[in-house]
């Protein structure tokens, strides 16, 4: 497996403490870093910047979400950071939820899977060169009604750009089977991977006449070791809120992409009652709800042993990247998990 973290640029105590997090993790021999884009910080200016500070690491963003910006316009920021980093730019995309798109941006998240299916093919489009004529039931380019002809970009991709796709739903897994270099996964328990994401993801490889092999399926976690089993206890008691957040109060009222995937996984009724009772305003009692199982499910948290035996789960399920949040209540703290966690993923790669 290859090793990725996410950072936001506006996620450090200052502006300056992600970027040194990027610069010590290529150190470290981290392979991948992703740039999240919520409501904090957009990805592709400090994408940049990473860039200029960096010279093996690869940068992606994770993710740009789909919408916010016209096609031409991801395609024209993905050809620009591939260029300025030297080929080291990887496009992450998503659909995002309700809340992000309407509440913040204005934009109404109607046809998700339509809007992601034709961003693509734009952006691929584009970066192929030559000029832009695409007629589709969410965009048309040149716009119709008008004096308008195609037009192309000025400048040209000098290296190859994955597509990364983060999604969750069964009809976006397949269309990212379909049509995406890799996918960008979150909620993962391996134990039951095969029925709640692969086998959407290769009813879309199928579909397009390719094999998992030809996927590169990167899975994000929060990587934290404890000391011993009464370490562990605390450890995990502290996250149960942070999991009803999600399962409760992640997307709108009526869509929860998180709560969904849990639900798909085994725990259906426990995610509905979290879920129902964070919407009622018992966060407590939600977090209550929360299995020990349901945390270290979806987490590569615990002692150095057991992280190291779930690496190997992770691996033997079909994850090619580990992405991971590595925990911490410092700079240094995060920096030291990051390493230690980057050494057990190349353990675990000597003996496969």
């Known amino acids: 497996m290859r090793t990725a973290t996410t950072i936001e640029a506006s996620g450090g105590a200052t502006w300056r403490e992600p970027v040194d997090f990027v610069v010590e993790a290529e150190k470290l021999g981290l392979d991948i870093c992703w740039v999240a884009e919520a409501w904090g910080s957009d990805a592709p200016s400090a994408l940049g910047y990473y860039a200029a500070r960096t010279d093996r690491i690869l940068l992606g963003s994770g993710i740009m979400q789909v919408g916010t910006r016209t096609p031409v316009a991801v395609a024209q920021t993905a050809i620009t950071l591939s260029n300025l980093s030297e080929g080291r730019f990887l496009l992450g995309l998503g659909a995002s939820g309700p809340q992000v798109m309407e509440g913040l941006h204005g934009v109404p998240f109607a046809k998700p899977l339509a809007r992601t299916r034709e961003t693509v093919e734009i952006v691929r489009r584009v970066i192929e060169g030559g000029k832009l004529s695409y007629s589709g039931s969410q965009f048309q380019i040149p716009l119709p009604g008008g004096d308008a002809v195609p037009m192309k970009l000025s400048l040209r991709a000098e290296h190859d750009i994955p597509i990364y796709l983060a999604t969750m739903s069964p009809a976006m897994l397949r269309l990212t089977g379909e ?71 992640m997307g709108s009222a009526s869509t929860n992409f998180y709560n969904k995937a849990y639900s798909r996984q085994g725990w259906a009724e426990v995610a509905a009652e979290v879920r129902e009772r964070w919407q009622g305003g018992d966060r407590d009692g939600a977090a209550g709800l929360v299995t020990d199982e349901m945390v270290l499910g979806t987490t590569l948290i615990g002692t150095e042993p057991m992280v190291r035996d779930r690496l190997r789960v992770w691996r033997d399920a079909g994850v090619d990247i580990v992405r991971m949040y590595p925990a911490g209540d410092s700079f240094d703290a995060r920096l030291s998990t990051l390493a230690k966690a980057i050494d057990l993923v190349r353990e675990i790669g000597d003996d496969s």
């Open 179 to 249: 049509v995406a270099d890799g996918w960008l996964g979150t909620s993962f328990v391996p134990e039951g991977a095969a029925e709640a994401y692969f086998s959407h993801l290769d009813e879309g490889l199928a579909k397009a006449g390719r094999v998992r092999s030809g996927l590169d399926v990167c899975q994000g976690a929060e990587v934290a070791f404890a000391a011993d089993e009464d370490a562990l206890r605390v450890m995990v008691a502290g996250r149960k809120k942070e999991l009803a957040f999600s399962l409760g109060g």
